[in-house]
């Protein structure tokens, strides 16, 4: 079977409380710009917040990388990439572009890390969650 790339994209409108006193994002925002495309990557692949902890766990991030390119600025619109990273680890790994949306222009990139904690006492588990595996095989990754 072949290996699948998992990608999901989504649109955001920069808001006029995300830029600073230059009218430029301000860079701390990129971080929920990246979550906006994890949280639209878990529910079209039903890899959300709420499905990882139904089966027991959390998944803080440990890991978190960002690289600017350009600005955005008030009112223009961006396309968040999300690319699903297969790693053999107990760990999800995430690769984000942000594109705006307008001029094609390739605004940041970047990737975070999560790993699997147990929900009630957040021990860390060091063994790929069986869930989490079948998940990976459905959608063909392994």
């Known amino acids: ?3 699948l790339d998992l990608v999901c994209e989504t649109k955001l409108r920069v808001r006029f409380n995300e ?5 430029i994002v301000w860079h701390g925002h990129y971080v929920n710009y990246f979550e906006d495309g994890r949280q639209a990557f ?4 039903n890899l959300s917040y709420l499905d990882v902890f139904e089966h027991g766990f959390s998944t803080p991030i440990v890991e978190f990388h960002v690289n600017h390119k350009l600005p955005l600025t008030f ?5 968040v990439k999300t690319k699903f990273i ?3 680890a107990a760990k999800i790994k995430f690769e ?6 307008e001029t094609k222009a390739l605004v940041a990139t970047g990737y ?4 699997f904690c147990h929900k009630d006492t957040y021990a860390l588990e060091l063994n790929t969650p069986d869930f989490y595996q079948k998940w990976k095989e459905k959608w063909g990754v392994v």
């Open 1 to 3: 079977m072949e290996k």
């Open 96 to 101: 984000y572009e942000i594109y705006n949306a």
């Open 112 to 115: 975070s890390i999560q790993v």
């Open 75 to 79: 009112g223009e619109e961006a396309i």
């Open 42 to 45: 878990g529910r079209k692949y």
């Open 19 to 23: 830029v600073d006193a230059l009218r």
């Open 86 to 88: 297969n790693t053999p």
